[in-house]
């Protein structure tokens, strides 16, 4: 009678759970909390099952074990289904969560939909003018090209004539060097004679200085001893 007394009371609490869910109409769980209450569902059948096991092992140590038995059945048939339709509904919701969060962003897809699709139709439209403007700089740049070559290649032309010119002039100057080198040496040559004649004409005159400063100095010695020898004989 008190095991049946239990169940029925363990019925109707389960029962008014889940009346309670949806009288109530309480806010729906987000996808964390109804992973939350699965889990804890999925505890309280693990913790169900242990006891289970514990009050079966329990009983089969009695002498009478049958009643224990049923007894322990009957709690661990209403723990089950409390714990299972905790489970299911956490399962119920974590679905209804995900739902809802599919929806939320597709809505959200729907709502950004007219932006991105201008946004995407701007973009289209800056890059169409990018390249349209790039190809219109390759084909002004092609259409410079041939005048842009013929400018380098009159520039080479210039280059190339100016460096023959240089090496013409001094082809000739090296000709004109060529053709004076007798001639600079006979010059050469005259120039260090009339030198030469020049230098000893300078050592003549330096020789004929110094004969002169030795007879003066000779004459002035003379005279300087005719002086002492007159001067006692007054």
Known sequence: MRIR???ALGLML?????????ADTPPPLSLEEARAQ?????????EAEKKYEAEKAACQRKAIAIGCLSSAKERHTVARQAADAMQQEGHKAEREAHK??????????????PGLEAKEKADVERYRDKEAQKAAERGKS???????VA???SKLDAEKAARQARVEAQRQEDAKVAAKAPENARKR???ERAHAERVKKIDERGRNYADLLKRREAEE????????GESPAK
């Open 5 to 7: 007394s239990l169940l």
């Open 14 to 22: 389960t029962h008014a759970w889940v009346l309670a869910q949806t």
């Open 38 to 46: 699965r889990a804890r569902g999925k505890a309280l059948k693990d």
């Open 100 to 113: 809802r969060d599919v929806e939320a962003k597709a809505a959200k897809r729907a709502a950004e939909a």
């Open 142 to 148: 092609l259409a410079e090209e041939p005048a842009k």
């Open 151 to 153: 400018a380098r290649r």
């Open 189 to 191: 040559v005259e120039r």
């Open 221 to 228: 010695a003379a005279r300087q001893a005719a002086a002492a």
